[in-house]
C-alpha cells in the first residue's frame, strides 16, 4: 500500500510536459496580466491601422483592375470628342487671336535688329516696307517667315529672299537679286520698251530712265507668233549669250550689240564695232559659236585685220554643214 502510494508520488513529480502547452499557457497568463493592470494595447491599434490600409490598397487595386464598363466608356469617349472638336472653334472665335496677342506682347522676343544682306539695285528701305516687319512690336513668335519672303521676292530684281530668327530678337534677311545678261526689246502701246532679261530668259524689270544699259538687246522675239518656235529661239539667244559670258578676247560680251530674231526664229548677231550681220541660222549655236571663233581669231592675227573686218559685209555661219562663209564688201 505503501509502495503504491509512492510510486503515485514519483511519477507526479516526473511526469512530462506536453511541448508547447506551458509556453503557451504563460502567455496566456502574462497578457492577460498586462491587460488587468490597465496598460494600453497599442499593438492591436497598430494591427487595425494597418489592416485598414491593407483593405484600402485592395480595394483601389481592384476598382483599378476592373473593366470599365461599356457606358462609362462611351461617356468618356463622348466627352474627349467634344473637347477636341471644341478647340478649333475656340481658337477661330477669338481664341486664336488672343493667344496671338499675348505671345506678342512678350517683350524679350519682339524684333530689336533687323538686318539685310545683298541689296545692290534694289534698296534696303524697299525690302524692309514690303517685308512688314516692325522693330519691337513685330514678334519672332508669331513671325510668318513664308510669307515674307513671298512678299520680297514679289519686288522687281528679287530672284529669292531668305529670312532667319536670331533668337531671341533679330531678323535676318538675305536678298538674291536677280543678275541681267540681256535687254529685251518688246513694243508697246506707247512705241517701245527695253526690259532687262535674266539668265533663264525671264524679263524681270523695266528698264527706267537712267539705267544700266550696257547689255547686248534682244529684238524681234516678241513678233513671233509660234509660241514653240519662239520658245526654240530663245533658247538659242541663251546658249549664245552664256558663251559670250565666259568672255573670249575675240568676243568679249561687251563687243555684241543686238541679237535679232527673225519672223522664222533665224537668229542673226550684231556687233559694236562692226556694222556687217552675222547670220546664225536655227539651231547648232554652240558649234556656230565656236567657228565664229576661229574666224575672228584668224583676221584679228592679221596684220591688217582690223581693216579685213571692216571691209566685210556679212559672216555666214549656216552656209554648209561645216563651212562659213564670210563675204567682203565689193567681193560680188
Not at 109 to 129: H, N, R, S, W, Y
Not at 247 to 263: A, F, G, I, M, R
Not at 278 to 295: A, C, D, E, P
Request: one cysteine or more; a positive charge.
Amino acid at each position: 500500500m505503501l509502495f503504491t502510494q509512492f510510486k503515485k508520488f514519483l511519477a507526479r513529480i516526473f511526469r512530462k510536459k506536453k511541448q508547447g502547452y506551458a509556453g503557451f499557457a504563460n502567455d496566456l497568463h502574462i497578457r492577460g496580466a498586462a491587460a488587468e493592470t490597465g496598460r494600453p494595447r497599442r499593438y492591436h491599434r497598430l494591427a487595425k491601422i494597418r489592416q485598414r490600409i491593407q483593405t484600402k490598397k485592395r480595394e483601389y487595386q481592384e476598382e483599378y483592375s476592373r473593366p470599365m464598363s461599356r457606358k462609362r466608356g462611351y461617356v468618356r469617349f463622348t466627352v474627349l470628342l467634344m473637347v477636341v472638336l471644341a478647340l478649333p472653334l475656340v481658337w477661330v472665335y477669338g481664341g486664336g487671336a488672343k493667344v496671338r496677342q499675348g505671345l506678342q506682347a512678350i517683350a524679350l522676343f519682339q524684333v530689336g535688329k533687323i538686318e539685310i544682306t545683298g541689296c545692290a539695285a534694289v534698296p534696303q528701305k524697299k525690302i524692309l516696307d514690303v517685308s512688314g516687319i516692325v522693330a519691337h512690336q513685330t514678334s519672332l513668335l508669331t513671325l510668318n517667315s513664308s510669307q515674307i519672303e513671298s512678299r520680297i521676292a514679289a519686288v522687281p530684281w528679287v530672284a529669292r529672299a531668305t529670312v532667319t530668327r536670331s533668337w531671341p530678337a533679330i531678323i535676318q534677311i538675305a536678298v538674291e537679286e536677280n543678275a541681267p545678261v540681256a535687254l529685251l526689246h518688246s513694243p508697246s502701246g506707247e512705241g517701245s520698251q527695253l526690259q532687262y532679261l535674266d539668265a533663264n530668259g525671264i524679263a524681270f524689270s523695266a528698264v527706267n530712265p537712267g539705267g544700266d544699259i550696257d547689255f547686248p538687246i534682244v529684238t524681234g522675239l516678241s513678233e513671233i507668233t509660234d509660241q514653240q518656235l519662239k520658245e526654240k529661239a530663245l533658247a538659242e539667244i541663251l546658249t549664245f549669250l552664256r558663251k559670250v559670258r565666259g568672255n573670249d578676247p575675240h568676243l568679249p560680251t561687251q563687243s555684241v550689240s543686238e541679237l535679232h530674231v527673225t519672223k522664222s526664229g533665224e537668229m542673226v548677231v550684231y556687233l559694236v564695232e562692226y556694222p556687217f550681220p552675222i547670220f546664225f541660222g536655227n539651231g547648232n549655236t554652240k558649234i556656230k559659236y565656236s567657228r565664229l571663233i576661229q574666224v575672228l581669231r584668224t583676221l584679228y592675227k592679221k596684220q591688217n585685220g582690223k581693216e579685213l573686218l571692216s571691209q566685210i559685209e556679212y559672216i555666214q555661219m549656216d552656209y554648209l554643214n561645216d563651212k562659213v562663209l564670210v563675204v567682203e564688201s565689193g567681193s560680188g
